[in-house]
């Protein structure tokens, strides 16, 4: 692997593949799918698993390189994966922050950026990213939902900012996204853990989960109802013995 700094389109490859790679992660160790559904595999030096779903697969790998095409461009502000509900409600928004540090000309996107880091260098940074990501568990709790919790993957642009078609005449690979799955749309009370960052020089890649309002407030009340049903079986009155009724007796008399 090169030990020259990063490029622009080396950087934009970099982010692009790893947020695939960490994407089908938070499905596995969110149990969006059941773990059979995946295979482990290697990546960045670390173990990581992946879907073996054609479909999703295909979802995944159009979705990313959408984005990849918006940071190109630098139009991107925010990648976020939504976890919801049967309802269609918010749980979680896996939220990739991204802030481009320098403009970089079309004749120079293959150039090595000065300061940038090395190719190797942000291997080790995903690295790190990805072995937080599978401990997330035991800060963020199972999610016990089976097949009532789905995801999508919603992309948020910098202000005045639209997807791009890939050709004029064509739609852009996007839709609207309810308002609830986006970060403006989290509930004043959600609350957010950051999981790694990362500053390569060329762009700046943050990695936080935010658990909303409605996520929060059912395990409150879950707690709640578990406190008081161990209350309630901690004060069962012990079981009161019934007497028992000594048994006749026959005297007889000898003459």
Known sequence: MSDKP????????GITEFIEVAIHTILYVR???????????KKYDTPVFQSRHPVLNEYISGAVKAIGEELVQGHVDKVV?????????ALERFIFSVENMIEVEAFNKD??????MTAATLGQYFRAFLVKLTMVESQLGQMYMGSEVSFAIV???KDNKVPSAPRPTEPAPWIPANAQDTTPGAEADAETLMIRAVNTGVINLSLAVQESAVKLQREKAARVKAKQEAAASSMVEPKVPVPQQPEPTTTTEQS
């Open 6 to 13: 990063l490029t622009f389109n080396q950087t934009i490859r």
């Open 31 to 41: 149990q969006i799918y059941p773990a059979d559904l995946f295979i482990r595999r």
């Open 81 to 89: 994966v939504v976890i919801k509900d049967k309802e269609q409600v």
């Open 111 to 116: 150039t090595s950026v000065e300061e940038a």
């Open 155 to 157: 992309l948020e642009l």
